[in-house]
């Protein structure tokens, strides 16, 4: 709802994990979104300049740059894109850098009504996600494919 996006597109895709053997099993529910990669491959991949690392840390698009090449898509380690079929332009999640930037949290964050999610600056060890992250040993979902700014408690 906060992207307008169609309703089969979503910049979170939920992946479900079975493990054990019956009657001992376990199934798990994996959200995945763009990891805003520290070295992310969408931007070195870009033709255009398009896709970006703002000085926060956010991996960005300039809607206005994207020629819709797809490079950015293919060098994903996530699947994290979509093309609007419209505009041609790839997309991917924002951190909701807009509402960041007036102070708020993402709305995954704030309208998750488990409280699963924490959004703030990994780079001060005093913050809460930072705290969060030590307490629950939370870990990159893929850390061999370098450093992701998102965190999974398993």
Request: charged letters at 25%; aromatic letters at 8%; one cysteine or more.
């Amino acid at each position: 709802m906060q992207n307008e996006l169609p309703v089969e597109e979503s910049y979170i895709k939920f992946y479900e994990k079975e493990t054990g053997v019956f009657p001992n099993v376990k199934n798990e529910i994996i959200p995945v979104q763009c990891q805003h990669c520290e070295d992310a491959p969408c931007v070195s991949v870009c033709p255009t300049k398009a896709t970006y690392t703002t000085k926060e840390g956010i991996v960005l698009v300039d809607a206005d740059k994207c020629i819709g090449c797809k490079y950015c898509m293919v060098a994903c380690h996530y699947g994290a894109r979509t093309q609007d079929h419209n505009t041609g332009v790839v997309e991917k999640c924002r951190f909701c850098a807009e509402l960041v930037a007036e102070g708020k949290q993402p709305a995954c964050v704030s309208t998750c009504i488990s409280n699963a999610r924490i959004f703030g600056d990994l780079d001060d060890p005093n913050s809460e996600v930072s705290k969060a992250i030590v307490k629950m040993n939370a870990q990159p979902l893929r850390p061999d494919l370098g450093k992701a700014k998102i965190y999974y408690v398993r």
